[in-house]
């Protein structure tokens, strides 16, 4: 007899694969959320820190604090993740602003209980050219074809959130079944299967 007992661990229930994906495009910034409390407080964040407009990144702080009010008024309460781009940033787009682009688009497109949703605030907003969603390409059953149709429209077809801009950065994929986020890039980083399609 041994005095080893272990705490029993189930296994975690196996996700399945061929499930509804979102793809989207992933954008080439910096990552950037939004706090919103119940009350109406707002605070930025970047991807490792809290963001106030004399400790910022790439402006977005002060950006948040201007804009406080509409941003409220457009994504309500939470915790609201995206990427902040365009003029200065990475890519840049060929822009000569910068934008904020969710990464929830379900919840962007979603009406609440009042029966309106983000997108439909944001275009009653003077935010409505700053504030969106990233690029839906593709919602549906997940296959591998459809991925290697997403990478190459974006390698033919350029950007879907600028317009003939041609170096775009890739993907995001969605699983609805795991609750992850996938990405895949047209940079040496993803070489794969996909490439075969180009």
């Known amino acids: 007899m041994t005095d080893f007992a272990p705490e029993f661990t189930a296994w975690p229930k196996t996700a399945r694969l061929f499930r509804d994906v979102t793809i989207t495009e992933k954008l080439d910034g910096t990552n950037a959320g939004i706090h919103i409390s119940e009350d109406g407080q707002v605070v930025a964040q970047s991807r490792k820190r809290l963001l106030t407009p004399e400790a910022d990144n790439y402006g977005f702080a002060r950006w948040v604090a201007d804009n406080a009010a509409e941003l409220t008024y457009i994504l309500g309460p939470g915790l609201h993740f995206g990427e902040w781009w365009g003029a200065g940033i990475q890519r840049r787009y060929g822009l000569t602003e910068r934008r904020f682009s969710l990464f929830n688009v379900d919840r962007w497109f979603?009406?609440?209980?009042?029966?309106?949703?983000?997108?439909?605030?944001?275009?009653?907003?003077?935010?409505d050219d700053v504030v969106d969603a990233v690029p839906v390409m593709y919602r549906g059953p997940f296959s591998e074809s459809v991925i290697v149709r997403a990478m190459t429209n974006l390698r033919?077809?350029?950007?879907?959130?600028?317009?003939?801009?041609?170096?775009?950065?890739?993907?995001?994929?969605?699983?609805?079944?795991?609750?992850?986020?996938?990405?895949?890039t047209l940079d040496n980083n993803d070489r794969g299967k996909w490439e075969a399609a180009a």
């Open 110 to 127: 979603k009406a609440d209980p009042g029966g309106t949703s983000m997108c439909a605030r944001a275009e009653q907003s003077s935010l």
């Open 156 to 184: 033919e077809e350029g950007s879907f959130a600028v317009s003939g801009f041609m170096n775009p950065e890739g993907i995001c994929v969605y699983h609805s079944q795991s609750r992850d986020v996938y990405k895949v």
